[in-house]
């Protein structure tokens, strides 16, 4: 019987973004939860999977295990090439990775220096410290996104892509989080739309987070 590729995932973390676009490819796959509230990812199960204890990792089959949510995002996309969930080549494939990068390795690191400061340091006047000023730091990533794009369509222009998805993770976040996120037109207007998206609907129902259509309204 062929192998079924496995995504292992928290609800509502970042591994929503991989979600999503495997329900976008359409082609069958497994979930495993990982539960990061109740510290499943720091586990001696899960860390064979992934050795630092974070999530997402995708089981492509036994044994061969693909993370980092930009690398995750660009080998769904070439699997399904007449989908276009991100430009093939050339300039526009690089602004998507441009893009991805960006959320991964700046807006995520914001977010957490905030909600999970524990990650960076065990000093409690430090952890303090990063609580204050990382939820403004992330705020203010999310209005240079606002900057960013374009006054209509979505990020890399009118066709929907999976940097889409990714950047509706953080509007959400934000959203939880009770941060002005709503007052960024153009960043609100692209997630409402993302949040259309039967792909979307399916893979945030799965993860419990069906409520959150509301949002769309």
């Excluded at 699997?79 to 602004?95: H, I, K, S, V």
Aim: proline letters at 6%; charged letters at 20%; glycine letters at 6%.
């Amino acid at each position: 019987m062929p192998f079924v590729p496995k995504l292992y995932f928290s609800p509502g973390a970042v591994s929503m973004a991989t979600h999503i676009a495997l329900e976008e490819v359409g082609a069958p796959y497994a979930l495993e939860a990982i539960s990061i509230k109740d510290g499943e990812q720091l586990g001696e199960r899960y860390r064979r999977v992934h050795p630092l204890g974070r999530v997402p990792a995708l089981e492509l089959e036994p044994g061969v295990v693909l993370t980092e949510t930009p690398a995750l995002l660009g080998y769904l996309a070439d699997r399904a090439p007449e989908q276009e969930l991100l430009p093939p080549t050339g300039l526009a494939r690089a602004r998507a990775n441009e893009w991805m990068s960006f959320l991964s390795s700046t807006v995520h690191v914001a977010f957490l220096s905030f909600y999970r400061p524990d990650r960076y340091t065990s000093d409690a006047a430090a952890r303090a410290a990063l609580g204050r000023d990382g939820r403004q730091r992330f705020l203010d990533l999310l209005r240079y996104v606002e900057a960013r794009l374009p006054s209509q369509g979505f990020v890399l222009g009118a066709r929907y892509t999976l940097c889409d998805s990714y950047l509706s993770v953080f509007w959400l976040w934000a959203r939880r989080m009770d941060l002005p996120v709503t007052e960024l037109a153009r960043y609100t207007a692209l997630a409402r739309a993302v949040l259309q998206r039967a792909a979307v609907r399916r893979a945030l129902e799965q993860e419990g987070f069906g409520q959150l259509f509301a949002v769309s309204s």
